[in-house]
Protein backbone atom coordinates (compact mmCIF):
# COMPACT_ATOMS: atom_id res chain seq x y z
CA UNK A 1 0.00 0.00 0.00
CA UNK A 2 2.89 2.99 1.19
CA UNK A 3 4.73 1.77 -1.89
CA UNK A 4 2.06 2.12 -4.31
CA UNK A 5 0.85 5.83 -2.86
CA UNK A 6 5.28 6.62 -2.74
CA UNK A 7 4.79 5.69 -6.75
CA UNK A 8 1.52 7.44 -7.19
CA UNK A 9 3.33 10.96 -5.40
CA UNK A 10 5.68 10.64 -8.28
CA UNK A 11 3.20 11.28 -11.08
CA UNK A 12 2.00 14.86 -10.77
CA UNK A 13 -1.41 14.34 -12.13
CA UNK A 14 -2.09 11.44 -9.53
CA UNK A 15 -0.42 13.95 -6.86
CA UNK A 16 -2.50 17.15 -7.63
CA UNK A 17 -5.82 14.47 -7.21
CA UNK A 18 -4.14 12.92 -4.18
CA UNK A 19 -3.56 16.36 -2.37
CA UNK A 20 -6.94 17.50 -3.51
CA UNK A 21 -8.66 14.40 -2.25
CA UNK A 22 -6.43 14.99 1.27
CA UNK A 23 -7.61 19.13 1.20
CA UNK A 24 -11.38 17.70 0.78
CA UNK A 25 -11.13 15.45 3.85
CA UNK A 26 -10.13 18.29 5.86
CA UNK A 27 -13.12 20.27 5.20
CA UNK A 28 -15.40 17.23 6.18
CA UNK A 29 -13.57 17.31 9.25
CA UNK A 30 -13.50 20.80 9.76
CA UNK A 31 -17.05 20.57 9.05
CA UNK A 32 -17.76 18.08 11.54
CA UNK A 33 -16.97 20.12 14.23
CA UNK A 34 -18.95 23.13 13.74
CA UNK A 35 -22.03 23.77 16.02
CA UNK A 36 -25.50 23.97 14.69
CA UNK A 37 -26.12 27.98 16.16
CA UNK A 38 -29.46 27.24 18.59
CA UNK A 39 -28.53 23.96 20.00
CA UNK A 40 -27.57 23.18 22.94
CA UNK A 41 -24.63 20.61 22.12
CA UNK A 42 -24.19 19.99 26.12
CA UNK A 43 -27.49 18.74 26.44
CA UNK A 44 -27.52 16.12 23.48
CA UNK A 45 -23.97 14.98 24.40
CA UNK A 46 -25.36 14.06 27.70
CA UNK A 47 -28.13 12.92 26.77
CA UNK A 48 -26.08 10.49 23.91
CA UNK A 49 -24.04 9.46 27.10
CA UNK A 50 -27.06 7.70 28.43
CA UNK A 51 -28.23 5.67 26.19
CA UNK A 52 -27.54 2.30 26.54
CA UNK A 53 -28.54 0.66 23.46
CA UNK A 54 -27.06 1.19 19.75
CA UNK A 55 -30.25 2.55 18.24
CA UNK A 56 -28.36 5.44 17.58
CA UNK A 57 -24.49 4.75 18.07
CA UNK A 58 -24.73 2.78 14.64
CA UNK A 59 -25.90 6.65 12.86
CA UNK A 60 -23.64 8.11 15.31
CA UNK A 61 -20.51 6.39 13.80
CA UNK A 62 -21.18 6.95 10.33
CA UNK A 63 -21.06 10.52 11.14
CA UNK A 64 -17.87 10.54 12.54
CA UNK A 65 -19.13 11.56 16.05
CA UNK A 66 -21.05 14.63 14.34
CA UNK A 67 -23.95 13.37 15.50
CA UNK A 68 -23.54 12.97 18.91
CA UNK A 69 -21.74 16.58 19.18
CA UNK A 70 -24.55 18.34 16.84
CA UNK A 71 -22.34 19.85 14.41
CA UNK A 72 -22.86 21.30 10.66
CA UNK A 73 -22.73 17.64 9.30
CA UNK A 74 -24.63 15.87 11.89
CA UNK A 75 -26.36 13.33 9.08
CA UNK A 76 -23.14 12.83 7.44
CA UNK A 77 -24.00 11.49 4.29
CA UNK A 78 -26.49 8.68 5.47
CA UNK A 79 -29.59 10.27 3.48
CA UNK A 80 -27.49 9.96 0.07
CA UNK A 81 -26.70 6.26 1.25
CA UNK A 82 -30.12 5.48 2.06
CA UNK A 83 -30.94 7.81 -1.32
CA UNK A 84 -28.97 5.17 -3.31
CA UNK A 85 -30.12 2.50 -1.94
CA UNK A 86 -34.14 3.06 -2.32
CA UNK A 87 -33.33 4.16 -6.08
CA UNK A 88 -31.31 1.13 -6.76
CA UNK A 89 -34.27 -1.04 -5.38
CA UNK A 90 -36.85 0.84 -7.58
CA UNK A 91 -35.08 -0.04 -10.57
CA UNK A 92 -36.95 -3.12 -10.56
CA UNK A 93 -40.16 -2.62 -9.55
CA UNK A 94 -39.87 1.16 -11.50
CA UNK A 95 -39.50 -0.19 -15.45
CA UNK A 96 -38.30 3.94 -16.36
CA UNK A 97 -35.65 3.90 -13.88
CA UNK A 98 -34.61 -0.11 -15.12
CA UNK A 99 -34.63 1.99 -19.34
CA UNK A 100 -32.37 4.31 -17.54
CA UNK A 101 -30.23 2.05 -15.93
CA UNK A 102 -29.25 0.82 -19.73
CA UNK A 103 -29.21 4.17 -21.67
CA UNK A 104 -25.25 4.10 -20.23
CA UNK A 105 -23.76 7.31 -19.43
CA UNK A 106 -26.62 9.30 -20.12
CA UNK A 107 -29.11 7.11 -17.87
CA UNK A 108 -26.75 7.19 -15.32
CA UNK A 109 -26.31 10.85 -15.01
CA UNK A 110 -30.52 10.93 -14.41
CA UNK A 111 -30.39 8.43 -11.98
CA UNK A 112 -27.62 9.95 -10.26
CA UNK A 113 -29.41 13.77 -10.01
CA UNK A 114 -32.89 11.67 -9.02
CA UNK A 115 -30.53 10.26 -6.02
CA UNK A 116 -29.38 14.04 -5.25
CA UNK A 117 -33.21 15.33 -4.97
CA UNK A 118 -34.31 12.56 -2.72
CA UNK A 119 -31.08 12.74 -0.62
CA UNK A 120 -32.12 16.76 0.35
CA UNK A 121 -35.87 15.13 0.72
CA UNK A 122 -34.69 12.78 3.40
CA UNK A 123 -32.20 14.82 5.01
CA UNK A 124 -35.33 17.40 4.95
CA UNK A 125 -37.03 14.60 6.57
CA UNK A 126 -34.62 13.51 8.92
CA UNK A 127 -33.35 17.02 10.20
CA UNK A 128 -37.47 17.70 11.11
CA UNK A 129 -37.93 14.78 13.12
CA UNK A 130 -34.65 15.41 15.28
CA UNK A 131 -35.46 18.70 16.28
CA UNK A 132 -38.77 18.57 16.74
CA UNK A 133 -38.17 15.31 18.85
CA UNK A 134 -35.31 16.20 20.74
CA UNK A 135 -35.99 20.35 20.45
CA UNK A 136 -38.77 20.37 22.71
CA UNK A 137 -36.98 18.36 25.50
CA UNK A 138 -33.53 20.50 25.60
CA UNK A 139 -31.66 20.39 22.26
CA UNK A 140 -32.73 23.54 21.48
CA UNK A 141 -31.86 26.62 23.46
CA UNK A 142 -35.07 28.06 23.04
CA UNK A 143 -37.59 25.86 21.14
CA UNK A 144 -39.39 28.53 18.88
CA UNK A 145 -40.21 28.51 14.83
CA UNK A 146 -36.72 30.50 14.10
CA UNK A 147 -34.57 28.24 15.74
CA UNK A 148 -36.45 25.16 14.58
CA UNK A 149 -36.23 26.82 11.02
CA UNK A 150 -32.09 27.46 11.76
CA UNK A 151 -31.58 24.16 12.62
CA UNK A 152 -33.19 22.20 9.84
CA UNK A 153 -31.34 24.49 7.35
CA UNK A 154 -28.35 23.86 8.78
CA UNK A 155 -28.17 20.12 9.09
CA UNK A 156 -29.77 19.73 5.52
CA UNK A 157 -27.43 21.92 3.87
CA UNK A 158 -24.85 20.22 5.90
CA UNK A 159 -25.59 16.90 4.65
CA UNK A 160 -26.22 18.28 0.94
CA UNK A 161 -22.24 20.09 0.76
CA UNK A 162 -21.07 16.43 1.80
CA UNK A 163 -23.30 14.85 -0.94
CA UNK A 164 -21.01 17.75 -3.03
CA UNK A 165 -18.03 16.45 -1.99
CA UNK A 166 -18.13 13.21 -2.22
CA UNK A 167 -18.95 13.95 -6.07
CA UNK A 168 -16.35 16.33 -6.40
CA UNK A 169 -13.57 13.92 -4.69
CA UNK A 170 -15.30 11.31 -7.53
CA UNK A 171 -14.55 13.46 -10.43
CA UNK A 172 -11.31 15.64 -9.24
CA UNK A 173 -9.70 13.04 -6.48
CA UNK A 174 -9.11 9.54 -6.34
CA UNK A 175 -11.63 6.61 -5.63
CA UNK A 176 -15.14 6.75 -4.82
CA UNK A 177 -15.91 10.06 -3.17
CA UNK A 178 -18.87 9.28 -0.91
CA UNK A 179 -17.10 5.87 0.26
CA UNK A 180 -13.92 7.98 1.20
CA UNK A 181 -16.48 9.99 3.20
CA UNK A 182 -17.61 7.88 4.84
CA UNK A 183 -14.26 6.17 5.77
CA UNK A 184 -12.89 9.28 7.45
CA UNK A 185 -15.69 9.21 8.99
CA UNK A 186 -15.26 5.75 10.59
CA UNK A 187 -12.21 5.79 10.96
CA UNK A 188 -12.17 9.17 12.96
CA UNK A 189 -13.45 7.45 15.59
CA UNK A 190 -10.87 5.10 16.38
CA UNK A 191 -8.43 6.93 18.29
CA UNK A 192 -11.22 7.08 20.92
CA UNK A 193 -11.58 3.90 20.44
CA UNK A 194 -8.57 2.49 21.56
CA UNK A 195 -8.75 4.93 24.48
CA UNK A 196 -11.65 3.29 26.02
CA UNK A 197 -9.92 -0.06 25.45
CA UNK A 198 -6.87 0.75 27.18
CA UNK A 199 -8.73 2.83 29.76
CA UNK A 200 -11.11 -0.32 30.18
CA UNK A 201 -8.72 -3.57 30.17
CA UNK A 202 -5.35 -1.84 30.76
CA UNK A 203 -5.40 1.16 33.07
CA UNK A 204 -4.69 -0.17 37.00
CA UNK A 205 -3.78 -3.07 35.82
CA UNK A 206 -0.19 -5.55 36.15
CA UNK A 207 2.08 -4.99 33.68
CA UNK A 208 1.84 -8.73 32.44
CA UNK A 209 -2.30 -8.44 32.56
CA UNK A 210 -2.34 -4.98 30.40
CA UNK A 211 0.74 -6.94 28.10
CA UNK A 212 -1.88 -9.90 27.83
CA UNK A 213 -4.88 -7.69 27.05
CA UNK A 214 -3.47 -5.86 24.70
CA UNK A 215 -1.66 -8.72 22.34
CA UNK A 216 -5.34 -10.56 22.75
CA UNK A 217 -7.04 -7.09 21.55
CA UNK A 218 -4.75 -6.53 18.92
CA UNK A 219 -5.03 -10.31 17.46
CA UNK A 220 -8.81 -9.94 17.40
CA UNK A 221 -8.42 -6.99 15.41
CA UNK A 222 -5.57 -8.30 13.01
CA UNK A 223 -7.33 -11.70 12.47
CA UNK A 224 -10.80 -9.71 11.73
CA UNK A 225 -9.03 -7.33 8.96
CA UNK A 226 -7.35 -10.53 7.49
CA UNK A 227 -10.38 -12.02 7.46
CA UNK A 228 -12.18 -9.33 5.65
CA UNK A 229 -9.58 -9.01 3.58
CA UNK A 230 -9.65 -12.69 2.12
CA UNK A 231 -13.37 -12.00 1.72
CA UNK A 232 -13.65 -8.96 -0.10
CA UNK A 233 -10.92 -10.04 -2.47
CA UNK A 234 -12.21 -13.76 -2.79
CA UNK A 235 -14.04 -14.64 -5.91
CA UNK A 236 -15.09 -17.47 -7.71
CA UNK A 237 -14.19 -17.85 -11.40
CA UNK A 238 -16.83 -19.39 -14.22
CA UNK A 239 -14.66 -20.57 -17.44
CA UNK A 240 -16.35 -19.37 -20.40
CA UNK A 241 -15.26 -20.88 -23.95
CA UNK A 242 -16.40 -18.52 -26.91
CA UNK A 243 -16.33 -20.61 -30.17
CA UNK A 244 -14.53 -19.91 -33.07
CA UNK A 245 -16.30 -18.26 -36.46
CA UNK A 246 -15.62 -16.21 -39.40
CA UNK A 247 -15.88 -12.85 -40.03
CA UNK A 248 -15.03 -12.12 -43.46
CA UNK A 249 -11.89 -13.53 -44.50
CA UNK A 250 -11.04 -13.89 -40.87
CA UNK A 251 -11.19 -17.02 -38.60
CA UNK A 252 -12.06 -14.89 -35.04
CA UNK A 253 -13.03 -15.92 -31.30
CA UNK A 254 -12.27 -19.48 -30.22
CA UNK A 255 -10.74 -17.71 -26.88
CA UNK A 256 -10.98 -18.97 -23.50
CA UNK A 257 -12.16 -16.28 -20.63
CA UNK A 258 -13.87 -16.11 -17.15
CA UNK A 259 -17.02 -14.70 -15.36
CA UNK A 260 -15.02 -13.14 -12.29
CA UNK A 261 -17.87 -13.43 -9.21
CA UNK A 262 -17.02 -12.20 -5.89
CA UNK A 263 -17.59 -14.45 -2.99
CA UNK A 264 -19.15 -11.15 -1.19
CA UNK A 265 -21.02 -10.10 -3.99
CA UNK A 266 -23.23 -7.99 -1.84
CA UNK A 267 -20.61 -6.13 -0.26
CA UNK A 268 -21.44 -4.43 3.05
CA UNK A 269 -25.49 -3.74 1.96
CA UNK A 270 -27.01 -6.56 3.84
CA UNK A 271 -24.71 -5.71 6.78
CA UNK A 272 -26.68 -2.08 6.33
CA UNK A 273 -29.68 -3.07 5.63
CA UNK A 274 -29.82 -5.43 8.61
CA UNK A 275 -28.71 -2.99 11.23
CA UNK A 276 -30.43 -0.49 9.88
CA UNK A 277 -33.75 -2.02 10.31
CA UNK A 278 -32.78 -3.52 14.20
CA UNK A 279 -32.23 -0.12 15.06
CA UNK A 280 -35.39 1.36 13.31
CA UNK A 281 -38.04 0.63 16.41
CA UNK A 282 -35.26 1.88 19.21
CA UNK A 283 -34.59 5.20 17.41
CA UNK A 284 -38.48 5.44 16.57
CA UNK A 285 -38.97 5.08 20.63
CA UNK A 286 -36.00 7.30 21.59
CA UNK A 287 -37.86 10.07 19.36
CA UNK A 288 -41.13 9.42 20.85
CA UNK A 289 -39.81 9.73 24.55
CA UNK A 290 -40.82 6.32 25.01
CA UNK A 291 -37.14 4.46 26.14
CA UNK A 292 -36.70 3.25 29.48
CA UNK A 293 -39.74 0.93 30.33
CA UNK A 294 -39.97 -2.14 32.11
CA UNK A 295 -42.89 -3.64 29.75
CA UNK A 296 -42.87 -6.51 27.42
CA UNK A 297 -42.49 -3.49 24.29
CA UNK A 298 -38.84 -2.54 26.28
CA UNK A 299 -37.14 -5.79 26.23
CA UNK A 300 -37.93 -6.53 22.43
CA UNK A 301 -36.40 -3.32 21.84
CA UNK A 302 -33.68 -4.08 23.87
CA UNK A 303 -33.21 -7.75 22.27
CA UNK A 304 -32.90 -5.65 18.86
CA UNK A 305 -30.01 -3.74 20.18
CA UNK A 306 -26.29 -5.66 19.77
CA UNK A 307 -24.94 -4.08 22.56
CA UNK A 308 -27.06 -6.61 24.87
CA UNK A 309 -26.50 -9.75 22.58
CA UNK A 310 -24.09 -12.46 23.89
CA UNK A 311 -24.48 -11.56 27.48
CA UNK A 312 -23.94 -14.16 29.85
CA UNK A 313 -26.21 -12.62 32.57
CA UNK A 314 -29.29 -11.72 29.85
CA UNK A 315 -29.15 -14.91 27.65
CA UNK A 316 -32.67 -14.22 25.90
CA UNK A 317 -31.58 -10.87 24.78
CA UNK A 318 -28.94 -13.06 22.61
CA UNK A 319 -32.36 -14.13 20.57
CA UNK A 320 -32.05 -10.62 18.55
CA UNK A 321 -28.92 -11.73 17.06
CA UNK A 322 -30.49 -15.02 15.10
CA UNK A 323 -32.72 -12.65 13.87
CA UNK A 324 -29.96 -10.63 13.03
CA UNK A 325 -28.13 -13.62 11.46
CA UNK A 326 -31.25 -13.98 9.27
CA UNK A 327 -32.24 -10.69 7.83
CA UNK A 328 -27.99 -10.79 6.72
CA UNK A 329 -28.36 -13.93 4.95
CA UNK A 330 -32.06 -12.84 3.58
CA UNK A 331 -30.56 -9.10 2.43
CA UNK A 332 -27.76 -11.06 0.96
CA UNK A 333 -29.29 -12.84 -1.25
CA UNK A 334 -32.07 -10.40 -2.22
CA UNK A 335 -29.57 -7.61 -3.24
CA UNK A 336 -27.60 -10.49 -5.18
CA UNK A 337 -30.63 -11.06 -7.08
CA UNK A 338 -31.23 -7.45 -8.11
CA UNK A 339 -27.37 -6.71 -8.98
CA UNK A 340 -26.63 -10.02 -10.50
CA UNK A 341 -29.12 -11.44 -13.28
CA UNK A 342 -28.66 -15.42 -14.40
CA UNK A 343 -30.85 -14.92 -17.35
CA UNK A 344 -29.11 -12.01 -18.79
CA UNK A 345 -25.76 -12.86 -18.59
CA UNK A 346 -26.69 -16.23 -20.04
CA UNK A 347 -28.65 -14.49 -22.66
CA UNK A 348 -25.56 -12.56 -23.36
CA UNK A 349 -23.13 -15.20 -23.37
CA UNK A 350 -24.99 -17.26 -25.92
CA UNK A 351 -25.46 -13.95 -28.44
CA UNK A 352 -21.52 -13.61 -28.08
CA UNK A 353 -21.39 -17.66 -29.36
CA UNK A 354 -19.62 -18.50 -25.87
CA UNK A 355 -20.49 -21.81 -23.55
CA UNK A 356 -19.26 -22.54 -20.52
CA UNK A 357 -17.79 -26.10 -20.86
CA UNK A 358 -19.87 -28.97 -20.12
CA UNK A 359 -23.44 -27.05 -19.67
CA UNK A 360 -25.24 -26.35 -22.50
CA UNK A 361 -26.41 -22.66 -23.63
CA UNK A 362 -29.97 -21.59 -22.98
CA UNK A 363 -31.55 -22.75 -19.69
CA UNK A 364 -28.89 -25.31 -18.20
CA UNK A 365 -26.55 -22.32 -18.67
CA UNK A 366 -29.06 -20.25 -16.00
CA UNK A 367 -29.33 -23.32 -14.22
CA UNK A 368 -25.80 -23.47 -13.52
CA UNK A 369 -24.88 -19.72 -12.60
CA UNK A 370 -28.05 -19.91 -10.56
CA UNK A 371 -26.72 -23.09 -8.48
CA UNK A 372 -23.20 -21.31 -8.73
CA UNK A 373 -24.34 -17.66 -6.95
CA UNK A 374 -26.74 -19.55 -4.28
CA UNK A 375 -23.58 -21.30 -3.50
CA UNK A 376 -21.14 -18.30 -3.51
CA UNK A 377 -23.93 -15.81 -1.61
CA UNK A 378 -24.21 -18.52 1.46
CA UNK A 379 -20.52 -18.35 1.67
CA UNK A 380 -20.25 -14.68 1.36
CA UNK A 381 -22.84 -14.22 4.19
CA UNK A 382 -21.54 -16.97 6.49
CA UNK A 383 -18.16 -14.76 6.05
CA UNK A 384 -19.74 -11.69 6.88
CA UNK A 385 -22.05 -12.87 9.80
CA UNK A 386 -18.32 -13.98 11.15
CA UNK A 387 -17.12 -10.55 10.93
CA UNK A 388 -20.27 -8.86 12.56
CA UNK A 389 -20.57 -11.19 15.17
CA UNK A 390 -16.92 -11.35 16.74
CA UNK A 391 -16.91 -7.48 17.98
CA UNK A 392 -20.55 -8.62 19.28
CA UNK A 393 -19.02 -11.16 21.25
CA UNK A 394 -16.41 -9.37 22.85
CA UNK A 395 -18.67 -6.47 23.64
CA UNK A 396 -21.28 -9.05 25.59
CA UNK A 397 -18.87 -11.18 26.97
CA UNK A 398 -16.06 -8.95 28.19
CA UNK A 399 -18.42 -5.12 27.54
CA UNK A 400 -15.97 -3.93 25.02
CA UNK A 401 -17.56 -1.07 23.49
CA UNK A 402 -16.12 0.20 20.22
CA UNK A 403 -17.40 2.51 17.50
CA UNK A 404 -15.36 0.62 15.00
CA UNK A 405 -17.24 -3.08 14.62
CA UNK A 406 -17.65 -5.41 12.22
CA UNK A 407 -19.59 -3.13 9.89
CA UNK A 408 -17.09 -0.32 10.21
CA UNK A 409 -13.86 -2.80 9.40
CA UNK A 410 -15.63 -4.31 6.58
CA UNK A 411 -16.73 -0.38 5.16
CA UNK A 412 -12.54 0.62 5.83
CA UNK A 413 -10.97 -2.05 4.50
CA UNK A 414 -13.13 -2.42 1.13
CA UNK A 415 -12.55 1.17 0.32
CA UNK A 416 -9.04 1.05 0.88
CA UNK A 417 -8.56 -1.94 -1.66
CA UNK A 418 -10.85 -0.16 -4.35
CA UNK A 419 -9.33 3.33 -3.52
CA UNK A 420 -5.55 1.42 -4.38
CA UNK A 421 -6.64 -0.43 -7.31
CA UNK A 422 -8.30 2.71 -9.01
CA UNK A 423 -4.35 4.43 -8.41
CA UNK A 424 -2.86 1.21 -9.67
CA UNK A 425 -4.86 1.27 -12.76
CA UNK A 426 -4.74 4.92 -13.27
CA UNK A 427 -0.81 4.77 -12.84
CA UNK A 428 -0.69 2.07 -15.12
CA UNK A 429 -3.08 4.02 -17.97
CA UNK A 430 -0.20 6.81 -17.38
CA UNK A 431 2.47 4.26 -18.14
CA UNK A 432 0.70 3.39 -21.01
CA UNK A 433 0.24 6.53 -22.18
CA UNK A 434 3.82 7.32 -22.25
CA UNK A 435 4.70 4.36 -23.85
CA UNK A 436 2.39 5.37 -26.62
CA UNK A 437 3.93 8.67 -26.76
CA UNK A 438 7.00 7.59 -27.13
Known amino acids: MFKTLRNAFKIEDIRKKLIFTFLMLIVVR?????????????????????????????????????????????????????????????????????????????????????SR?????????????????FGNSGLLEEFNAPNVILAVAAMTAGSAFLMWIGEQ????????????????????????????????FMQGKTILNAALAAVIILAVILVTVVFVVFLQGGERRIPVQYAKKMQGRKIVGGQSTNIPTKVNTAGVIPVIFASSLMSF????????GKSGGTGIGSKIISGLSSSNWCDPSQPIYSLGLLLYIVLVVFFAYFYTSITFNPIEISNNIKKQGGFIPGIRPGKPTTEYLS????????????????????????NGM?????????????????????????????????????????
Do not use: H
Request: net charge negative; hydrophobic share 50%.
Open 398 to 438: FGADVSFGGTSIIIIVGVVLETLKQIESQMMVRYYKGFLND
Open 117 to 133: YLTVALALIESIAMTIG
Open 169 to 200: ITEFGVGNGISIVLLINITSRIPDDFVSLYEQ
Open 371 to 394: KILNYIVFVGAVGLIIVCVIPIFF
Open 30 to 114: FGSQLPIPGVNREYFAAWFAQQNGDAFNFFDAFTGGSFSSMSLFALSITPYITSSIIVQLLTIAIPQLEEMQKDGEDGRKKIQMI
Open 281 to 288: PGVIVSLL
